[in-house]
T-cell receptor
Framework: GAVVSQHPSWVICKSGTSVKIECRSLDFQATTMFWYRQFPKQSLMLMATSNEGSKATYEQGVEKDKFLINHASLTLSTLTVTSAHPEDSSFYIC????????????FGQGTRLTVV | LAKTTQPISMDSYEGQEVNITCSHNNIATNDYITWYQQFPSQGPRFIIQGYKTKVTNEVASLFIPADRKSSTLSLPRVSLSDTAVYYCLVGPANNAGNMLTFGGGTRLMVKP
């Protein structure tokens, strides 16, 4: 099956620093990728839709200046958490679907961000 | 997007069949029903997708009644490794640009 890979799997950073998370579709092209955030014992919450070659679409309540999304190619989207704070500590997950009908979404393995 | 309602949690024992029901009363004509499985600290994984009646694959079966207002994921003979959160999602599958909206999910605990 198709593979979506995230890097890093986990990261610890200091408050005030920025962290970049990469999401790659390894064996298919994805014009659209999605970024989710998941807090412990909670469901996935969509943060933004990443569009190749154009600006990302952010969900209500998600600060676009804090969570920078770049979808520079058909196989790579990046999420940068800028000026991270402890409340940004969470599990970040990306997903993508092949650009054909009726296919399931493929998810990355997630990135555990801890801000200290 | 159609809202889904699932039990928050379920317990089962190894070797039993587990049925998880999802309600989606306002499902639209072009909506499909998809189930995902998520283990701790991992991204969700696709289990099965259907539109109506019954769908079966090597992992599970999905039962969808004629009115499509609910669906049931059936896991035959569960094992400890099936302990996970199971999400029912409803939405159109007509293009890759449609994001998935996750509900609360059902936390399944399989006991020895």
């Amino acid at each position: 099956g198709a593979v979506v890979s995230q890097h890093p799997s986990w990261v610890i950073c200091k408050s005030g620093t920025s962290v970049k998370i990469e999401c790659r579709s390894l064996d298919f092209q994805a014009t659209t990728m999605f970024w989710y955030r998941q807090f412990p014992k909670q469901s996935l919450m969509l943060m933004a839709t990443s569009n190749e070659g154009s600006k990302a679409t952010y969900e209500q309540g998600v600060e676009k200046d804090k969570f920078l999304i770049n979808h520079a190619s058909l196989t790579l989207s990046t999420l940068t958490v800028t000026s991270a704070h402890p409340e940004d500590s969470s599990f970040y997950i990306c997903s993508a679907r092949k650009d054909v009908l009726r296919t399931e979404a493929f998810f990355g393995q997630g990135t555990r961000l801890t801000v200290v | 997007l159609a809202k889904t309602t699932q039990p928050i949690s379920m317990d089962s024992y190894e070797g039993q069949e587990v049925n998880i029901t999802c309600s989606h009363n306002n499902i639209a004509t072009n909506d499909y029903i998809t189930w995902y499985q998520q283990f701790p600290s991992q991204g969700p994984r696709f289990i099965i997708q259907g539109y109506k009646t019954k769908v079966t694959n090597e992992v599970a079966s999905l039962f969808i009644p004629a009115d499509r207002k609910s669906s049931t994921l059936s896991l035959p003979r569960v094992s400890l490794s099936d302990t996970a959160v199971y999400y029912c999602l409803v939405g159109p599958a007509n293009n890759a640009g449609n994001m998935l909206t996750f509900g609360g999910g059902t936390r399944l605990m399989v006991k020895p």
